[in-house]
């Protein structure tokens, strides 16, 4: 940044010619307490209550359940009642059936300049109006060119027959009982740019008693009334801070909610300003086996008694040997002793421009540790500095600031890993735009201080009702499904006709926190680091080459043979995928009005074309003559995903299919070499499905197994990484998806990026 | 010791902004969202203020921006750079409001500062500031619209640049050369 302008007299006179006034208290309070109410009644939503909903068959459901908990739990229970008899609708979460459920009469849609806006289903009931909508055929163009940039912004509505609008928050108020017909308002399309595509959009619906096959699965809520202490490493006397302040019981889940009040900072136990840092979460059965655990936007968490509390939310499988025993297991981190510093000045120049880097080596010994600065860089908005230390030196808090600066970031470390050599950055150009990044002779203060780390376990034991326990220990696999998170375990290791293919991984490279892509034989031996600082891996079909994104964006090709490293001119972007014949790469980057969207390079960097104008695509894979490539495309108004192919000769799209049960995060559907199947992740972010290039034939192969990274090979075999539970690292298995013949291949803890099994 | 040591250690406290960390304290709660409020109100109405030409209509989409905000930060999900997608709400606002306004403002008119509100009678303009007024004023509204972020809204060089996807570089240099052409005319003037 340039200090010579940005401070000078004549940029204040400019601030000044504007001569606008600072905006009145008085409105900025009111705006204050508008935004204050909205934030409460998000904050507070209405509790549910008990009833029962017409349909009768659910209502019998409902009351057996009542008369099996009245039977079963007693006084002298953990758990002490059943206060509330609720309904679940998978999607739309529990709804209240006191008084009777609506729902949509038939889907309704409307089409304008191509645009189609559907509402697919509606869900009505005494507490809430549930509303299910899709959005197509919304051009790129209409979007704006980066996801910083927010388009319309105006939010839809209801709009009743007296006239009276209702604006959703997660949705729509109650419709009252006597009022059948609404019409849904959408002023414009989400996030497109003003007069792009037809505003003031208006869907009449109308509502109809919900039909007695509405599938409405039972739920017992109780409400636990005291919770055992078992909290490691802590007095019996004391207050177990991990409560379970809730539980659903709903079919073959429960789901447990809860709260953590452990404040460090206000344990007297500790010196002054200590604080907890949660490292791991598990989840385990009486058996000790680890219970798979999984995160449902569907739940509404109870508000929690403090507000500085935090509340937490596991749904498990009923495929556990009760009790379970929920572990938070961190470190009490305290200071110890007083903070040291040291100082040196340090010459920028007037001017530092970014990029820039300085070899320092200077030596300091602090907190008895020598600590080496290698080097200070400029970045975007500040500096970095590298050290050098004795092995356990980073494990303590160092930092570095500037005299005179006050930093709007950075400065010091964290994390659990203490490696010796580590950086720190500090940045000074914020988000008000002054002060800028300091520059010139400048006071460099390196900061030391002692801590200490002491390992902490919370944990609280949870058994549901004795009687239901049965079951639970069993649980019956579901047709077509290879692996599920209880039998990862159960996986042998990779067969000896096997090993000899390699697979490409995302992992950390070096102790400097680097991540890269590393190549392994599928055994787990001969690790080779590929691209010590890289990312979006694919290899080649050959298995002679790996196509990565570098940091500055570009796509870039590694030979194996060499490691030589070539950028592609021209070519920036990410999600490179080698076409079967291994000319071409296909990558997703950003040009003209769409971005993120399909682009294709010869292998060798020439003739870069920008294939589609479409806007979020993900690259799928390529037909096997290299003449077709699939991507998936977004809808705007869901979380759906569409599954089209582009002739690359002609340009034709085609509209395959789409998938209603993706993630909305990170899809990662891939193509097999074949084009017989398309591998996805499940909506949970942790399942992978299969489906016909068609749509047909969809069926779970994986199920809540942590699924991240996924690939294929030529002869038809499936490479996933399964992260673990509340961890970095994976497990990566390789699954025959027809015979599900499966192996784990030891050794690999990354992300799966590309596999050559020759 | 103890102020510092906080600064100093825990990745929570030591990483992430101020800015930062209300954004993430108003994903777990709404109510946190006030500090970002707080952090951006005066930013947002002085440049709406500039844009549509009085305090009250600035008052207005200031209000209409921070509420679409609200509404729509579920939806935001970096952890910085709060500034460029707030204010690309408030300029759409400002559009919107243009486009509902045709017959009574316009982005043209929105220039002639200082208007009918009592709280501009009370700013005194120099004789120079007066004509780097009109200096400003006469410049095409791309040029105000830069300095206008830059001096009214108080939004760094990158985060302009992410706002009208630039390169930063010339984001800078947009507003440097403009900077030192504005003087240069400022001191032809004054001669």
């Not at chain 1, 008085?26 to 009644?41: C, H, S, T, W």
């Not at chain 1, 209240?96 to 609506?102: F, H």
């Not at chain 1, 300003?273 to 598990?282: A, I, K, P, R």
């Not at chain 2, 304290?25 to 707080?38: I, N, S, T, V």
Request: glycine share 8%.
């Amino acid at each position: 940044m340039n200090n010579d302008i940005s401070n000078t007299q004549f940029e204040e006179d400019v601030h000044k010619s504007f001569a606008i006034p600072e905006a009145r208290p008085e409105f900025v309070n009111q705006v204050y307490k508008d935004l204050m109410q909205r934030a409460a009644a998000k904050t507070n939503k209405p509790r549910l209550i008990l009833g029962m909903r017409p349909a009768w068959t659910v209502v019998l459901a409902v009351f057996t359940l009542l008369v099996i908990s009245t039977i079963v739990i007693g006084p002298q229970k953990v758990y002490a009642s059943v206060l509330k008899l609720l309904g679940y609708i998978p999607g739309v979460g529990i709804v209240d059936q006191s008084s009777p459920i609506r729902v949509l009469a038939e889907p309704v849609s409307i089409t304008k300049d191509g645009i189609s806006i559907t509402v697919t289903s509606a869900t009505l009931t005494g507490e809430r109006t549930h509303l299910d909508y899709r959005i197509y055929g919304v051009p790129g163009s209409a979007y704006p060119l980066s996801e910083d940039v927010l388009g319309c912004s105006q939010q839809p509505y209801l709009r009743l027959p007296d006239g009276k609008q209702l604006t959703p928050e997660k949705d729509f108020p109650p419709i009252p009982e006597s009022v059948n017909e609404a019409v849904l308002v959408l002023p414009c399309i989400f996030n497109t740019l003003p007069g792009t595509v037809p505003e003031n959009w208006e869907l009449k619906l109308t509502f109809v008693p919900a039909p007695p096959d509405l599938t409405l699965v039972p739920v017992i809520e109780s409400v636990p009334t005291k919770t055992p202490s078992m909290a490691g490493n802590t007095l019996a006397s004391e207050i177990n801070p991990l409560v379970i302040s809730k539980v659903l019981d709903i079919e073959d889940k429960f789901v447990l909610m809860g709260e953590f009040s452990y404040r460090a900072d206000k344990d007297v136990s500790l010196p002054a300003d200590s604080w907890w840092n949660l490292n791991q979460v598990s989840i385990t059965g009486a058996d000790g086996r680890e219970v798979p655990q999984s995160y449902s936007n569907d739940f509404e968490l109870p508000p929690p008694t403090n507000a500085e509390n935090e509340t937490w939310l596991y749904q498990l499988d009923k495929n556990f040997i009760p009790p379970v025993t929920i572990t938070w297991s961190g470190q009490v981190i305290s200071p110890e002793g007083s903070k040291e510093q040291a100082e040196f000045e340090f010459n920028a120049g007037l001017n530092p421009q970014n990029g820039r880097e300085w070899t320092i080596n200077k030596d300091f010994k602090l907190g008895g540790y020598n600590i080496r600065l290698v080097s200070i860089a400029t970045g975007p908005e500040g500096y970095s500095f590298h050290f050098l230390a004795d092995p356990g030196a980073s494990a303590n808090a160092i930092s570095v600031n500037i005299a005179g600066y006050t930093p709007n970031c950075g400065g010091g470390g964290g994390g659990n890993d203490f490696p010796v050599e580590f950086d720190r950055s500090v940045c000074y150009a914020n988000f008000n735009g002054s002060p800028e990044f300091p520059g010139g002779k400048v006071k460099i203060i390196l900061n030391f201080q002692a801590l200490t780390r002491k390992d902490k376990t919370f944990q609280v034991q949870w058994s549901p009702d004795t009687t239901q326990t049965g079951p639970f220990a069993t649980s019956t696999p579901q047709m077509g499904v290879c692996l599920a998170a209880d039998t990862l375990a159960q996986i042998k290791p990779v067969s000896a006709d096997l090993a000899s293919g390699t697979v490409l991984v995302y992992e950390q490279t070096d102790s400097a926190n680097h991540w890269g892509l590393v190549l392994y034989n599928l055994n787990g031996s001969g690790k080779r680091v590929v691209v010590p600082n890289g990312n979006w891996g694919s290899l080649s079909p050959d298995g002679s080459k790996v196509a990565y994104s570098a940091l500055d964006n570009g796509i870039h090709v590694v030979d194996l043979a060499t490691l030589a490293d070539k950028a592609l001119p021209n070519s920036t972007g990410y999600d490179p995928n080698w076409s079967p014949d291994g000319k071409q790469i296909a990558y997703i980057g950003s040009g003209d009005s769409a971005i993120s969207s399909l682009f294709v390079v010869n292998a060798d960097g020439t003739q870069v074309r920008h294939v589609s104008n479409w806007t979020y695509e993900a690259v799928v894979g390529w037909s096997a003559d290299s003449s077709q490539l699939y991507f998936a495309a977004p809808f705007t108004g869901g979380v759906a995903w569409k599954i089209n192919s582009i002739d690359l000769a002609s340009g034709t799209v085609q509209e395959h299919f789409t998938i209603e049960n993706g993630t909305p995060k990170f899809l990662n559907a891939k193509l097999s070499l074949d084009g017989k199947w398309i591998a996805y992740r499940g909506r949970d972010n942790s399942s992978l499905y299969l489906v016909h290039p068609d749509g047909s034939d969809m069926h779970l192969v994986l199920d809540n197994a942590g699924v991240d990274g996924v690939e294929w090979s030529s002869s038809g075999w499936l490479v996933a990484s399964l992260r673990k539970t509340n961890s970095d690292e994976s497990i990566v298995v390789l699954i025959n998806p027809e015979s599900c013949t499966s192996y784990l291949l030891s050794g690999l803890k990354g992300e799966v990026e590309g596999v050559f099994i020759p | 010791m103890a102020e510092s040591c906080k600064t100093l250690t825990s990745e929570q406290f030591e990483r992430e902004s101020e800015e930062a960390r209300f954004i993430r304290a108003a994903r777990q709660d709404p109510r946190a969202f006030g500090e970002l409020y707080k952090l951006y109100v005066n930013h947002v109405f002085k440049y709406l203020c500039s844009r549509v030409g009085n305090v009250h209509d600035a008052e207005d989409i200031t209000a209409q921006t921070f509420l679409a905000a609200f509404e729509a930060f579920d939806r935001f999900h970096r952890d910085g750079n709060f500034a460029p997608w707030l204010f690309a709400i408030a300029r759409n606002k400002a559009t919107d409001h243009f486009r509902q306004h045709k017959n009574s403002t316009s982005i043209d008119a929105a220039g002639d500062f200082p208007v009918d509100s009592d709280p501009l009678t009370d700013m005194i303009r120099s004789e120079q500031a007066a004509a780097l007024s009109k200096l400003i004023h006469d410049l095409p509204e791309e040029e105000q619209e830069l300095l206008r972020l830059r001096f009214l809204a108080g939004m760094s060089f990158p985060q302009i640049a992410l706002l009208f996807h630039h390169n930063e570089d010339a984001v800078k240099k947009t507003i440097y050369r403009l900077l030192a052409r504005l003087q240069s005319q400022l001191e032809v003037s004054n001669e």
